[in-house]
């Protein structure tokens, strides 16, 4: 636990100084990419609450499990143990166990979310220092249309992407009538879009890798916490350049 407990002190003090210095506005890409790594950095602050309830919980199953363990060991020194209270105890112990092992997966996954988070915090803080320091135009390899494909279940649609410096923004249609806008990032080769249906409001988030090369984006992508689960929710996505035409102008996957 004192590993963790010290993470949480570290990344505490790291925001708290970050969040201190908010960056000055610029133009329209900037100030997005300034927006982004604010909503990214307090997505952060949440990651820590998540781990330390998840931690206050995983604590709390330790000690039952270890007290139910105490409770077999007691029954079995027993002169005569009655086999019927050692079956009932002994799936007490597993139900306990089960349940930490389950606190456990779910402290290391948030872990990983933290320092995966972090990791676009950085890249996000470096682009938007280098984009102060020399404004200078860019190759534009994201505007355009993408064909889609997100698993599980290959639901295939389109995204249709416009890039303004670092600040993404577009519109999507998916395979079943489902469309909304995106908004996101471009910084480096990887790509950042929150999805918003235009029933359910932002259901989800796509993280990706452009290989400017292929002309494809492959990453992951999760579901938000706000978002109702009917679902997956999260799973792996792809994209592939796919040129606006006469026929599919406007189109429906």
Avoid: C, H
């Amino acid at each position: 636990m004192k590993p963790i407990r010290a993470l949480f002190v570290v990344a505490i003090a790291i925001l708290s100084m970050e969040l201190a210095g908010a960056p000055p506005r610029g133009d329209g890409a900037i100030d997005g990419l300034a927006a982004s790594l604010d909503l990214e950095r307090k997505a952060r602050l949440a990651d820590v609450d998540e781990l330390q309830r998840l931690i206050d919980q995983l604590a709390r199953a330790s000690d039952v499990a270890t007290q139910r363990r105490a409770r077999l060991l007691d029954l079995l020194r027993e002169p005569n143990p009655d086999r019927a209270d050692i079956a009932v105890s002994e799936d007490g112990v597993a139900d306990a166990e089960a349940r930490v092992r389950t606190l456990e997966t779910r402290r290391s996954g948030a872990v990983a979310r933290f320092l995966e988070r972090s990791r676009r915090i950085a890249q996000l803080g470096e682009e938007l220092a280098r984009r102060r320091a020399v404004p200078r135009g860019e190759s534009d390899p994201l505007s355009g249309r993408w064909a889609v494909a997100i698993d599980p279940g290959r639901v295939t649609g389109v995204y249709r992407l416009r890039l303004d410096g670092t600040l993404v923004s577009g519109d999507y249609v998916l395979a079943g009538g489902f469309k909304g806008s995106l908004r996101g990032t471009y910084v480096g080769d990887r790509v950042t879009l929150q999805r918003i249906d235009s029933e359910q409001g932002f259901d989800a988030t796509f993280y990706g890798k452009l290989v400017i090369s292929q002309k494809r984006i492959t990453g992951s992508w999760e579901a938000t916490a706000i978002a109702p689960i009917t679902g997956p929710s999260a799973g792996t996505w792809g994209a592939t350049w796919a040129p606006e035409t006469e026929e599919n102008s406007g189109d429906n996957p």
